[in-house]
Protein backbone atom coordinates (compact mmCIF):
# COMPACT_ATOMS: atom_id res chain seq x y z
CA UNK A 1 0.00 0.00 0.00
CA UNK A 2 1.11 3.39 -1.18
CA UNK A 3 0.70 6.05 1.76
CA UNK A 4 1.29 9.27 1.19
CA UNK A 5 4.87 11.18 2.71
CA UNK A 6 4.10 12.36 6.17
CA UNK A 7 4.81 16.18 6.98
CA UNK A 8 7.74 17.18 9.49
CA UNK A 9 5.86 19.08 12.30
CA UNK A 10 7.77 22.29 11.69
CA UNK A 11 5.98 22.32 8.46
CA UNK A 12 2.75 22.00 9.73
CA UNK A 13 3.54 24.97 12.52
CA UNK A 14 4.95 27.54 9.22
CA UNK A 15 1.96 26.71 7.22
CA UNK A 16 0.18 27.56 10.26
CA UNK A 17 1.66 30.76 10.68
CA UNK A 18 1.70 31.83 6.97
CA UNK A 19 -2.28 31.21 7.26
CA UNK A 20 -2.25 34.32 10.09
CA UNK A 21 -0.23 36.12 8.79
CA UNK A 22 -2.45 36.24 5.46
CA UNK A 23 -5.38 36.92 7.25
CA UNK A 24 -3.85 40.02 9.38
CA UNK A 25 -3.05 41.24 6.41
CA UNK A 26 -6.42 41.03 4.64
CA UNK A 27 -8.08 42.91 7.68
CA UNK A 28 -5.29 45.42 7.47
CA UNK A 29 -5.96 45.69 4.29
CA UNK A 30 -9.87 45.87 4.27
CA UNK A 31 -9.66 48.48 8.05
CA UNK A 32 -7.13 50.40 5.21
CA UNK A 33 -9.59 50.73 2.66
CA UNK A 34 -6.83 50.70 -0.06
CA UNK A 35 -9.79 49.08 -2.30
CA UNK A 36 -13.06 49.22 -0.52
CA UNK A 37 -14.46 46.61 -3.12
CA UNK A 38 -11.24 43.86 -3.28
CA UNK A 39 -10.58 43.89 0.28
CA UNK A 40 -14.38 43.24 1.40
CA UNK A 41 -15.26 41.36 -0.90
CA UNK A 42 -12.58 38.82 0.25
CA UNK A 43 -13.16 39.38 3.94
CA UNK A 44 -16.92 39.07 3.74
CA UNK A 45 -17.52 35.47 1.47
CA UNK A 46 -21.39 36.60 1.60
CA UNK A 47 -23.77 37.06 -1.31
CA UNK A 48 -24.66 40.54 -0.64
CA UNK A 49 -20.96 41.71 1.17
CA UNK A 50 -21.75 45.14 2.85
CA UNK A 51 -20.15 48.32 1.59
CA UNK A 52 -20.62 47.95 -1.66
CA UNK A 53 -22.04 49.73 -3.49
CA UNK A 54 -25.23 49.87 -5.13
CA UNK A 55 -25.15 51.62 -8.83
CA UNK A 56 -27.50 54.73 -8.99
CA UNK A 57 -30.21 54.69 -11.30
CA UNK A 58 -28.45 58.04 -12.80
CA UNK A 59 -25.29 55.96 -13.03
CA UNK A 60 -26.55 53.49 -15.30
CA UNK A 61 -29.42 55.21 -17.56
CA UNK A 62 -27.08 58.64 -18.06
CA UNK A 63 -27.43 59.47 -21.74
CA UNK A 64 -24.23 59.73 -23.38
CA UNK A 65 -23.05 60.98 -27.38
CA UNK A 66 -23.63 57.09 -27.89
CA UNK A 67 -27.42 56.50 -28.85
CA UNK A 68 -29.52 54.05 -26.94
CA UNK A 69 -33.13 53.20 -26.38
CA UNK A 70 -33.55 52.83 -29.59
CA UNK A 71 -36.63 51.91 -31.30
CA UNK A 72 -38.91 51.48 -34.43
CA UNK A 73 -42.57 52.43 -34.30
CA UNK A 74 -45.07 53.40 -36.97
CA UNK A 75 -46.11 56.61 -37.32
CA UNK A 76 -47.35 56.03 -40.80
CA UNK A 77 -48.44 53.54 -43.32
CA UNK A 78 -46.07 50.34 -42.59
CA UNK A 79 -45.55 49.62 -46.53
CA UNK A 80 -43.87 52.78 -46.99
CA UNK A 81 -42.90 54.24 -44.12
CA UNK A 82 -40.83 53.35 -40.60
CA UNK A 83 -40.41 55.42 -37.77
CA UNK A 84 -37.25 55.61 -35.15
CA UNK A 85 -36.54 57.30 -31.86
CA UNK A 86 -33.14 57.67 -30.12
CA UNK A 87 -31.48 58.71 -26.52
CA UNK A 88 -28.57 60.45 -26.57
CA UNK A 89 -27.35 63.43 -24.48
CA UNK A 90 -27.60 66.74 -24.64
CA UNK A 91 -24.44 67.11 -26.21
CA UNK A 92 -25.73 65.83 -29.28
CA UNK A 93 -27.86 68.73 -31.16
CA UNK A 94 -28.66 67.72 -34.11
CA UNK A 95 -29.41 63.36 -34.73
CA UNK A 96 -29.11 62.00 -37.99
CA UNK A 97 -30.18 58.32 -39.38
CA UNK A 98 -28.81 56.18 -42.44
CA UNK A 99 -30.81 54.51 -44.51
CA UNK A 100 -30.23 51.99 -47.72
CA UNK A 101 -31.99 49.11 -49.11
CA UNK A 102 -30.11 46.05 -47.41
CA UNK A 103 -27.79 44.15 -49.17
CA UNK A 104 -25.67 40.44 -48.58
CA UNK A 105 -22.35 42.70 -48.21
CA UNK A 106 -21.45 45.99 -46.65
CA UNK A 107 -21.68 47.82 -49.97
CA UNK A 108 -25.24 48.86 -48.67
CA UNK A 109 -23.58 51.57 -46.44
CA UNK A 110 -22.12 52.98 -49.81
CA UNK A 111 -25.68 54.45 -50.87
CA UNK A 112 -26.74 55.25 -47.74
CA UNK A 113 -29.13 57.99 -47.45
CA UNK A 114 -29.25 60.59 -44.76
CA UNK A 115 -31.86 62.17 -42.79
CA UNK A 116 -32.06 65.10 -40.15
CA UNK A 117 -34.11 64.03 -37.10
CA UNK A 118 -36.31 66.07 -34.81
CA UNK A 119 -35.33 66.22 -31.73
CA UNK A 120 -36.55 67.54 -28.40
CA UNK A 121 -34.70 67.92 -24.92
CA UNK A 122 -36.73 65.51 -21.86
CA UNK A 123 -36.04 66.81 -18.52
CA UNK A 124 -36.75 63.33 -16.53
CA UNK A 125 -36.01 62.57 -12.67
CA UNK A 126 -32.60 61.56 -13.00
CA UNK A 127 -31.61 63.38 -16.37
CA UNK A 128 -32.08 66.04 -19.26
CA UNK A 129 -31.75 63.95 -22.78
CA UNK A 130 -32.16 64.63 -25.87
CA UNK A 131 -34.54 62.27 -27.90
CA UNK A 132 -34.24 62.56 -31.87
CA UNK A 133 -36.75 61.04 -34.10
CA UNK A 134 -36.72 60.64 -37.43
CA UNK A 135 -39.80 58.98 -40.11
CA UNK A 136 -38.35 57.34 -43.22
CA UNK A 137 -41.02 57.77 -46.56
CA UNK A 138 -41.16 56.53 -49.60
CA UNK A 139 -39.96 53.59 -48.36
CA UNK A 140 -40.95 49.59 -51.25
CA UNK A 141 -43.04 47.67 -49.47
CA UNK A 142 -42.02 43.96 -48.39
CA UNK A 143 -38.62 45.76 -48.76
CA UNK A 144 -35.54 44.63 -45.81
CA UNK A 145 -33.74 48.26 -44.97
CA UNK A 146 -30.49 48.58 -42.93
CA UNK A 147 -30.27 51.72 -40.86
CA UNK A 148 -28.12 53.40 -38.21
CA UNK A 149 -28.74 56.75 -36.05
CA UNK A 150 -26.13 58.76 -34.40
CA UNK A 151 -24.80 62.30 -35.06
CA UNK A 152 -22.30 62.10 -37.98
CA UNK A 153 -19.60 60.89 -35.37
CA UNK A 154 -21.02 58.19 -32.96
CA UNK A 155 -22.92 56.05 -34.59
CA UNK A 156 -25.48 53.06 -33.73
CA UNK A 157 -24.23 49.77 -35.26
CA UNK A 158 -26.88 49.10 -38.58
CA UNK A 159 -30.22 47.77 -37.89
CA UNK A 160 -32.65 46.07 -40.19
CA UNK A 161 -36.04 45.88 -40.65
CA UNK A 162 -38.38 45.11 -43.43
CA UNK A 163 -41.27 46.93 -44.40
CA UNK A 164 -45.36 45.66 -44.14
CA UNK A 165 -46.01 43.68 -47.68
CA UNK A 166 -49.31 44.84 -49.91
CA UNK A 167 -49.71 41.10 -50.60
CA UNK A 168 -51.78 39.40 -48.04
CA UNK A 169 -49.13 37.26 -46.97
CA UNK A 170 -49.13 35.13 -43.40
CA UNK A 171 -47.68 37.29 -40.84
CA UNK A 172 -46.97 36.77 -36.66
CA UNK A 173 -47.13 39.51 -34.16
CA UNK A 174 -46.89 39.52 -30.18
CA UNK A 175 -48.69 40.90 -27.53
CA UNK A 176 -47.73 41.20 -23.98
CA UNK A 177 -49.90 41.98 -21.21
CA UNK A 178 -48.55 44.39 -18.04
CA UNK A 179 -44.67 44.66 -18.16
CA UNK A 180 -44.41 47.00 -15.25
CA UNK A 181 -42.31 45.52 -12.61
CA UNK A 182 -38.98 44.00 -11.96
CA UNK A 183 -38.40 44.93 -15.58
CA UNK A 184 -34.25 44.04 -15.97
CA UNK A 185 -34.51 41.13 -13.80
CA UNK A 186 -37.87 39.45 -14.22
CA UNK A 187 -39.46 41.12 -17.53
CA UNK A 188 -36.76 40.62 -19.30
CA UNK A 189 -36.74 36.56 -19.58
CA UNK A 190 -40.29 37.11 -21.30
CA UNK A 191 -39.85 39.39 -24.09
CA UNK A 192 -36.29 37.25 -25.27
CA UNK A 193 -38.37 33.84 -24.63
CA UNK A 194 -40.83 35.45 -26.85
CA UNK A 195 -38.71 36.54 -29.79
CA UNK A 196 -36.76 33.43 -30.04
CA UNK A 197 -40.43 31.66 -30.27
CA UNK A 198 -41.34 34.06 -32.99
CA UNK A 199 -38.14 35.96 -34.76
CA UNK A 200 -39.63 36.93 -37.34
CA UNK A 201 -42.60 38.43 -35.99
CA UNK A 202 -43.76 41.66 -37.49
CA UNK A 203 -44.13 44.06 -34.69
CA UNK A 204 -44.98 43.83 -30.51
CA UNK A 205 -47.61 44.99 -29.21
CA UNK A 206 -47.86 46.29 -25.45
CA UNK A 207 -51.30 46.49 -23.84
CA UNK A 208 -50.43 49.09 -21.63
CA UNK A 209 -48.57 49.36 -18.00
CA UNK A 210 -45.21 49.08 -20.00
CA UNK A 211 -43.75 50.93 -16.39
CA UNK A 212 -44.81 51.25 -12.97
CA UNK A 213 -43.92 54.62 -12.11
CA UNK A 214 -44.99 57.05 -15.01
CA UNK A 215 -41.81 59.36 -15.06
CA UNK A 216 -39.29 57.07 -13.59
CA UNK A 217 -36.46 57.41 -16.36
CA UNK A 218 -34.66 54.46 -14.35
CA UNK A 219 -38.03 52.44 -15.12
CA UNK A 220 -37.91 53.04 -19.34
CA UNK A 221 -34.16 52.79 -18.88
CA UNK A 222 -34.91 49.17 -17.84
CA UNK A 223 -38.03 48.86 -20.25
CA UNK A 224 -35.95 49.83 -23.11
CA UNK A 225 -33.08 47.47 -21.22
CA UNK A 226 -34.81 44.19 -21.41
CA UNK A 227 -35.88 44.62 -25.43
CA UNK A 228 -32.59 45.87 -26.15
CA UNK A 229 -31.75 45.33 -29.77
CA UNK A 230 -35.05 43.73 -30.52
CA UNK A 231 -36.33 47.32 -30.76
CA UNK A 232 -34.47 48.56 -33.20
CA UNK A 233 -35.39 45.57 -35.26
CA UNK A 234 -38.84 45.24 -35.00
CA UNK A 235 -41.26 47.51 -34.47
CA UNK A 236 -43.13 48.64 -31.27
CA UNK A 237 -46.91 49.11 -30.96
CA UNK A 238 -47.36 50.76 -27.37
CA UNK A 239 -50.48 51.30 -25.77
CA UNK A 240 -50.81 53.96 -22.72
CA UNK A 241 -52.15 52.67 -19.50
CA UNK A 242 -52.88 53.67 -15.97
CA UNK A 243 -49.45 53.31 -14.98
CA UNK A 244 -48.71 55.85 -17.78
CA UNK A 245 -50.86 58.35 -16.26
CA UNK A 246 -48.90 61.16 -14.22
CA UNK A 247 -50.80 62.38 -11.15
CA UNK A 248 -49.81 66.33 -11.51
CA UNK A 249 -50.01 68.16 -7.86
CA UNK A 250 -53.68 69.01 -8.55
CA UNK A 251 -54.77 65.41 -8.75
CA UNK A 252 -55.70 65.77 -12.42
CA UNK A 253 -53.27 62.85 -14.40
CA UNK A 254 -52.09 63.37 -17.64
CA UNK A 255 -49.50 60.96 -19.75
CA UNK A 256 -45.94 60.41 -18.65
CA UNK A 257 -43.64 62.77 -20.30
CA UNK A 258 -41.77 60.24 -21.56
CA UNK A 259 -44.36 58.89 -23.69
CA UNK A 260 -44.43 61.10 -26.75
CA UNK A 261 -40.55 62.04 -27.05
CA UNK A 262 -39.50 58.35 -26.92
CA UNK A 263 -42.17 57.41 -29.15
CA UNK A 264 -43.38 58.14 -32.83
CA UNK A 265 -46.68 57.33 -33.26
CA UNK A 266 -49.47 58.64 -35.26
CA UNK A 267 -51.19 62.21 -34.27
CA UNK A 268 -54.88 61.33 -36.07
CA UNK A 269 -56.60 60.11 -32.70
CA UNK A 270 -59.38 62.66 -31.30
CA UNK A 271 -57.36 66.07 -29.90
CA UNK A 272 -55.37 65.49 -27.04
CA UNK A 273 -55.23 61.95 -27.66
CA UNK A 274 -52.31 62.17 -30.07
CA UNK A 275 -50.35 59.48 -30.08
CA UNK A 276 -52.14 57.44 -27.81
CA UNK A 277 -55.32 56.67 -29.91
CA UNK A 278 -54.24 55.76 -33.14
CA UNK A 279 -54.89 52.71 -36.36
CA UNK A 280 -52.86 51.31 -38.43
CA UNK A 281 -53.17 48.81 -41.02
CA UNK A 282 -50.87 46.00 -41.26
CA UNK A 283 -51.47 43.64 -44.48
CA UNK A 284 -55.51 42.32 -43.61
CA UNK A 285 -56.03 43.47 -40.63
CA UNK A 286 -56.75 46.64 -39.27
CA UNK A 287 -55.63 47.55 -35.48
CA UNK A 288 -56.80 49.78 -33.12
CA UNK A 289 -55.17 51.21 -30.28
CA UNK A 290 -57.29 52.79 -27.59
CA UNK A 291 -56.14 55.03 -24.75
CA UNK A 292 -58.44 53.67 -21.97
CA UNK A 293 -57.32 56.26 -19.01
CA UNK A 294 -59.39 59.07 -20.03
CA UNK A 295 -61.94 60.83 -23.28
CA UNK A 296 -63.44 57.65 -23.39
CA UNK A 297 -66.62 59.39 -24.98
CA UNK A 298 -64.48 60.94 -27.40
CA UNK A 299 -63.08 57.65 -28.67
CA UNK A 300 -66.01 56.28 -28.56
CA UNK A 301 -67.22 58.39 -31.42
CA UNK A 302 -63.56 58.05 -32.79
CA UNK A 303 -63.80 54.07 -33.09
CA UNK A 304 -67.08 54.39 -34.18
CA UNK A 305 -65.76 56.30 -37.55
CA UNK A 306 -62.65 54.44 -38.07
CA UNK A 307 -64.92 50.87 -38.24
CA UNK A 308 -67.36 52.03 -40.31
CA UNK A 309 -65.01 52.92 -43.21
CA UNK A 310 -62.65 49.77 -42.91
CA UNK A 311 -62.10 47.59 -45.29
CA UNK A 312 -59.71 45.42 -44.08
CA UNK A 313 -61.49 41.68 -42.85
CA UNK A 314 -59.90 41.60 -39.70
CA UNK A 315 -59.88 44.20 -36.96
CA UNK A 316 -57.68 43.73 -33.48
CA UNK A 317 -58.40 46.63 -30.74
CA UNK A 318 -55.92 47.19 -28.03
CA UNK A 319 -56.92 49.26 -24.57
CA UNK A 320 -55.46 48.47 -21.17
CA UNK A 321 -58.76 48.75 -18.80
CA UNK A 322 -60.60 45.12 -19.77
CA UNK A 323 -64.06 45.24 -20.98
CA UNK A 324 -64.46 41.75 -18.84
CA UNK A 325 -62.38 41.72 -15.70
CA UNK A 326 -60.87 38.72 -14.58
CA UNK A 327 -61.73 39.83 -10.72
CA UNK A 328 -64.67 40.96 -9.57
CA UNK A 329 -63.49 44.24 -7.67
CA UNK A 330 -61.99 45.52 -11.23
CA UNK A 331 -65.06 45.85 -13.42
CA UNK A 332 -64.80 48.49 -15.66
CA UNK A 333 -68.55 49.03 -16.70
CA UNK A 334 -68.47 52.55 -17.63
CA UNK A 335 -65.63 51.47 -20.32
CA UNK A 336 -67.52 48.35 -21.39
CA UNK A 337 -70.94 50.20 -21.79
CA UNK A 338 -69.25 52.86 -24.09
CA UNK A 339 -66.99 50.65 -26.17
CA UNK A 340 -68.65 46.79 -26.33
CA UNK A 341 -71.54 47.53 -28.35
CA UNK A 342 -69.40 49.51 -30.99
CA UNK A 343 -67.30 46.58 -30.78
CA UNK A 344 -70.36 44.13 -31.58
CA UNK A 345 -71.80 46.40 -34.23
CA UNK A 346 -68.73 46.20 -36.31
CA UNK A 347 -67.91 43.01 -35.06
CA UNK A 348 -64.16 43.08 -33.81
CA UNK A 349 -62.57 39.90 -34.12
CA UNK A 350 -60.08 40.04 -30.98
CA UNK A 351 -59.22 42.81 -27.88
CA UNK A 352 -56.43 42.55 -26.46
CA UNK A 353 -55.99 43.86 -23.02
CA UNK A 354 -54.01 44.27 -19.33
CA UNK A 355 -54.94 46.24 -16.44
CA UNK A 356 -55.83 42.90 -14.28
CA UNK A 357 -51.89 41.20 -13.67
CA UNK A 358 -53.90 37.57 -14.28
CA UNK A 359 -55.41 35.12 -17.39
CA UNK A 360 -58.55 35.57 -18.97
CA UNK A 361 -60.23 34.71 -22.06
CA UNK A 362 -63.63 34.93 -23.71
CA UNK A 363 -65.13 32.15 -26.13
CA UNK A 364 -67.61 34.28 -28.29
CA UNK A 365 -70.49 34.67 -26.61
CA UNK A 366 -69.67 36.96 -23.54
CA UNK A 367 -72.19 39.06 -21.46
CA UNK A 368 -74.31 41.78 -23.73
CA UNK A 369 -74.24 45.70 -22.41
CA UNK A 370 -78.00 45.58 -24.96
CA UNK A 371 -80.51 45.78 -22.25
CA UNK A 372 -83.00 44.41 -25.20
CA UNK A 373 -81.15 41.30 -25.34
CA UNK A 374 -82.14 38.10 -24.31
CA UNK A 375 -82.25 37.16 -20.38
CA UNK A 376 -78.78 35.40 -19.86
CA UNK A 377 -80.02 32.78 -17.24
CA UNK A 378 -76.82 30.71 -18.02
CA UNK A 379 -74.33 33.11 -17.14
CA UNK A 380 -73.80 33.58 -13.81
CA UNK A 381 -71.00 35.81 -11.73
CA UNK A 382 -71.30 38.25 -14.64
CA UNK A 383 -69.65 41.89 -13.91
CA UNK A 384 -71.82 44.63 -12.05
CA UNK A 385 -75.16 46.19 -14.35
CA UNK A 386 -74.42 43.13 -16.97
CA UNK A 387 -77.60 41.19 -17.59
CA UNK A 388 -78.02 39.80 -20.27
CA UNK A 389 -76.07 37.48 -22.96
CA UNK A 390 -74.52 38.58 -25.94
CA UNK A 391 -76.24 37.56 -29.42
CA UNK A 392 -73.26 36.13 -30.69
CA UNK A 393 -71.51 38.85 -31.93
CA UNK A 394 -67.80 36.40 -31.92
CA UNK A 395 -65.30 38.95 -30.30
CA UNK A 396 -62.21 37.29 -28.53
CA UNK A 397 -61.77 39.41 -25.34
CA UNK A 398 -58.15 38.70 -23.77
CA UNK A 399 -56.44 40.00 -20.39
CA UNK A 400 -53.16 38.77 -19.98
CA UNK A 401 -49.26 39.87 -18.08
CA UNK A 402 -45.89 39.39 -18.93
CA UNK A 403 -44.42 41.05 -15.59
CA UNK A 404 -43.79 39.03 -12.42
CA UNK A 405 -46.93 41.96 -10.48
CA UNK A 406 -49.28 39.04 -9.95
CA UNK A 407 -53.26 39.56 -8.78
CA UNK A 408 -55.88 36.52 -7.94
CA UNK A 409 -58.98 35.97 -10.55
CA UNK A 410 -62.63 35.33 -10.04
CA UNK A 411 -64.23 32.65 -12.02
CA UNK A 412 -65.92 33.29 -14.70
CA UNK A 413 -68.51 31.62 -16.84
CA UNK A 414 -67.93 32.83 -20.09
CA UNK A 415 -64.23 32.66 -19.49
CA UNK A 416 -62.73 29.40 -21.42
CA UNK A 417 -59.21 30.15 -19.91
CA UNK A 418 -58.06 31.99 -16.93
CA UNK A 419 -54.56 31.80 -14.78
CA UNK A 420 -52.49 32.92 -11.90
CA UNK A 421 -49.10 33.81 -11.13
CA UNK A 422 -47.97 32.75 -14.79
CA UNK A 423 -46.12 35.55 -17.05
CA UNK A 424 -47.04 35.22 -20.71
CA UNK A 425 -46.88 36.54 -23.78
CA UNK A 426 -49.04 35.67 -26.76
CA UNK A 427 -48.17 34.78 -30.86
CA UNK A 428 -51.05 35.79 -32.92
CA UNK A 429 -50.46 34.85 -36.55
CA UNK A 430 -53.11 35.89 -39.37
CA UNK A 431 -53.01 33.65 -42.59
CA UNK A 432 -55.74 34.93 -44.88
CA UNK A 433 -59.33 34.03 -42.88
CA UNK A 434 -57.63 31.92 -40.97
CA UNK A 435 -56.24 33.40 -37.38
CA UNK A 436 -53.60 31.30 -34.40
CA UNK A 437 -53.81 32.08 -31.42
CA UNK A 438 -51.33 30.98 -28.76
CA UNK A 439 -50.16 31.93 -25.28
CA UNK A 440 -47.18 30.81 -24.11
CA UNK A 441 -45.60 30.95 -20.34
CA UNK A 442 -42.43 32.71 -19.93
CA UNK A 443 -40.97 29.41 -20.05
CA UNK A 444 -42.29 28.90 -23.55
CA UNK A 445 -45.46 26.37 -23.26
CA UNK A 446 -48.29 26.56 -24.82
CA UNK A 447 -50.85 27.89 -22.03
CA UNK A 448 -54.05 28.66 -24.50
CA UNK A 449 -54.83 28.47 -27.94
CA UNK A 450 -57.22 28.60 -30.30
CA UNK A 451 -57.74 29.32 -34.21
CA UNK A 452 -60.75 31.52 -35.61
CA UNK A 453 -62.03 31.16 -39.44
CA UNK A 454 -63.49 33.97 -40.83
CA UNK A 455 -66.45 34.16 -43.21
CA UNK A 456 -67.10 37.70 -44.26
CA UNK A 457 -70.35 39.19 -42.71
CA UNK A 458 -70.87 36.02 -40.61
CA UNK A 459 -69.79 35.53 -36.95
CA UNK A 460 -66.01 34.14 -36.90
CA UNK A 461 -66.11 30.09 -36.19
CA UNK A 462 -63.58 29.38 -32.89
CA UNK A 463 -61.87 25.98 -32.71
CA UNK A 464 -60.64 25.22 -29.45
CA UNK A 465 -56.53 24.05 -29.32
CA UNK A 466 -55.52 22.04 -26.66
CA UNK A 467 -52.81 23.66 -24.23
CA UNK A 468 -49.83 21.98 -23.06
CA UNK A 469 -50.13 22.56 -19.35
CA UNK A 470 -52.83 21.96 -17.08
CA UNK A 471 -55.04 25.58 -15.58
CA UNK A 472 -53.02 27.51 -13.14
CA UNK A 473 -54.44 28.76 -9.84
CA UNK A 474 -53.28 29.44 -6.46
CA UNK A 475 -54.40 27.49 -3.79
CA UNK A 476 -56.99 29.81 -2.40
CA UNK A 477 -55.04 29.16 1.24
CA UNK A 478 -51.74 30.60 0.54
CA UNK A 479 -53.42 33.49 -2.02
CA UNK A 480 -50.29 36.35 -1.48
CA UNK A 481 -51.87 38.94 -3.67
CA UNK A 482 -55.82 39.56 -3.77
CA UNK A 483 -56.82 41.85 -6.69
CA UNK A 484 -57.34 45.15 -5.67
CA UNK A 485 -60.12 47.30 -6.65
CA UNK A 486 -59.57 48.83 -10.13
CA UNK A 487 -59.48 52.25 -8.78
CA UNK A 488 -57.11 50.99 -5.64
CA UNK A 489 -54.18 49.52 -8.09
CA UNK A 490 -53.34 53.44 -10.15
CA UNK A 491 -51.81 56.34 -8.88
CA UNK A 492 -54.14 57.52 -11.64
CA UNK A 493 -57.82 56.49 -11.87
CA UNK A 494 -58.56 54.16 -14.54
CA UNK A 495 -62.19 55.09 -16.35
CA UNK A 496 -64.18 57.90 -16.97
FE1 LIG B 1 -50.81 47.01 -14.28
Known sequence: ??????????????????????????????????????????????????????????????????????????????????????????????????????????????KAKEQIAESVALKSDLNTAHFHSVTFKELTPGTKYAYRVGDGTNWSEWFQFTTADVLEKPFSFIYFGDAQNDLRSMWSRVIREAYSDAPKAKFLLHAGDLINTAQSDGEW??????????????????????????????????????????????????????????????????????NSNTKIPEQTKWLDAILSKNTKPWVICSFHHPVFSTAKSRDNAALREAWKPVLDKYRVDLVLQGHDHSYGRTGLDTPSTDPDAKPASAVENVPTGVTHRDDHHGTVYVVSVSGPKMYNITQKPFMVRMGEDTQLYQIITIDGLKLRYEARTANGQIYDAFQLDKAIGEPNRLIEIQPEIEERRRPPATAPTPAPSSNAEAAASPVK
Open 1 to 110: MLHAPSVPQCSNILYSSRRVVARILLAVASLLAINDRLAIAVVHDGDHPPGVRALKPAEVYAPSLLPDRIILTWAGDPTTTQSVTWRTSTEVATGKAQIAEATPGPEFAK
Open 221 to 290: GEWFGAGGWLNAMIPNVPVAGNHEQHKLPEGKTQLTHHWRPQFTLPEHGPEGLEESCYTFEYQNARFIIL
